[in-house]
C-alpha cells in the first residue's frame, strides 16, 4: 500500500466532503455514498486514499463497513499553516507599523 500525505488526501473536494460528513457521523459506505453523484466504486476509492492517510479508519460490522473521521491527523495541516500565518501576521504587523509612520510624517508636513 503506498503512503499517503494528508495534504494529498484533502486537496480533493469529494474527499473533504467525505472527511466533513464522517467527522459529523459514524457511517457504512452505502450511506456516504448516498450523498454523491459518483459512483460507489469512485467512493470507495476515496475513503481508501482518506483511510492510507490516516484520517479515516474503517470498522467492520458484521457484512457493513463503517466510517470514522480521525481528524488528529489535521493536526500536521495546521502546525503547516500555522508558520504561514505567523509569517504574515508580522509582514502585516511591519506594514501597519509603517504606514502608521508614514502618516504621522504627512501630518508634520
Not at 14 to 38: G, K, Y
Not at 55 to 61: A, D, G, H, N, W
Amino acid at each position: 500500500m503506498m503512503r499517503r500525505d494528508v495534504f494529498q488526501a484533502i486537496a480533493d473536494p469529494t474527499r473533504r466532503e467525505i472527511l466533513d460528513l464522517v467527522a459529523r457521523q459514524s457511517m457504512n459506505l452505502n450511506m456516504v455514498a448516498e450523498h454523491f453523484q459518483i459512483s460507489r466504486p469512485a467512493i470507495s476509492k476515496h475513503v481508501r486514499i482518506l483511510t492510507e492517510c490516516g484520517l479515516i479508519t474503517i470498522r467492520q460490522e458484521g457484512r457493513e463497513r463503517h466510517c470514522k473521521a480521525n481528524l488528529r491527523q489535521l493536526k500536521e495541516v495546521s502546525e503547516w499553516i500555522e508558520q504561514y500565518r505567523e509569517f504574515w501576521t508580522r509582514k502585516l504587523d511591519a506594514l501597519n507599523v509603517f504606514l502608521q509612520k508614514e502618516k504621522q510624517k504627512k501630518k508634520k508636513q
